[in-house]
T-cell receptor, first 112, second 114 residues
Framework: QKEVEQDPGPLSVPEGAIVSLNCTYS??????FMWYRQYSRKGPELLMY????GNKEDGRFTAQVDKSSKYISLFIRDSQPSDSATYLC????????????FGTGTRLLVSP | DGGITQSPKYLFRKEGQNVTLSCEQN?????MYWYRQDPGQGLRLIYY???????QKGDIAEGYSVSREKKESFPLTVTSAQKNPTAFYLC?????????????FGSGTRLTVV
């Protein structure tokens, strides 16, 4: 079993829809959680960074962490065609050196 | 502007040939990483380095080698021992002690065996 599980998709939605992307994990020691967005043939870029449980909002994006269920989510409101990309979750333990564990990524397609 | 630069963008390798992928950063990051990305498999860690002149194997180090002679540079050599090198290679950097920034990635090198 992988430490971090993520549905590869693709997830296809119409423009304006609310998108929910999710990851589950098995290691209860993970404390820091991130979401990266990767456009085709490009490197991933950091979208959201959260610590422990709770919600964090940034514009149309909301990151949610439920440590009791070992489940994290990224919500995208009013989705746009420019949001079409692969979204990777990443997480790490609370150790001195930050070594991230990545999910495999979910491909999102937003149609106009 | 600070950033991380990978070159070349596309690279073609003949059977039995070694090739070196370049990664340079000017973010003053002390840690650097190499990942391989294949369709459906996500990011797999090849090597990482926390400080100059030190590096550790990741999950799939066989057939690869690295060096870290300068803080800014972390080149990856794909040797002839790597039997299936065709993939998208990503270099990343970060502060060893997390400052809430995660990793910064380069734009990748696509390696194809011909």
């Amino acid at each position: 079993q992988k430490e971090v599980e993520q549905d590869p998709g693709p997830l296809s939605v119409p423009e304006g829809a609310i998108v929910s992307l999710n990851c589950t994990y098995s290691n209860s020691a993970f404390q820091y959680f991130m979401w990266y967005r990767q456009y085709s043939r490009k490197g991933p870029e950091l979208l959201m960074y959260t610590y422990s449980s709770g919600n964090k909002e940034d514009g149309r994006f909301t990151a949610q962490v439920d440590k009791s269920s070992k489940y994290i989510s990224l919500f995208i409101r009013d989705s746009q065609p420019s949001d079409s990309a692969t979204y990777l979750c990443a997480m790490r333990m609370n150790t001195g050196f930050q070594k991230l564990v990545f999910g495999t990524g979910t491909r999102l397609l937003v149609s106009p | 502007d600070g950033g991380i630069t990978q070159s070349p963008k596309y690279l073609f390798r003949k059977e039995g040939q070694n090739v070196t992928l370049s990664c340079e950063q000017n973010l003053n990051h002390d840690a650097m990483y190499w990942y391989r990305q294949d369709p459906g498999q996500g990011l797999r860690l090849i090597y990482y380095s926390q400080i100059v002149n030190d590096f550790q194997k990741g999950d799939i180090a066989e057939g690869y080698s690295v060096s870290r002679e300068k803080k800014e540079s972390f080149p990856l050599t794909v040797t002839s021992a790597q039997k299936n090198p065709t993939a998208f290679y990503l270099c990343a950097s970060s502060f060893s002690r997390d400052r809430g920034n995660g990793y910064t990635f380069g734009s990748g090198t696509r390696l194809t065996v011909v």
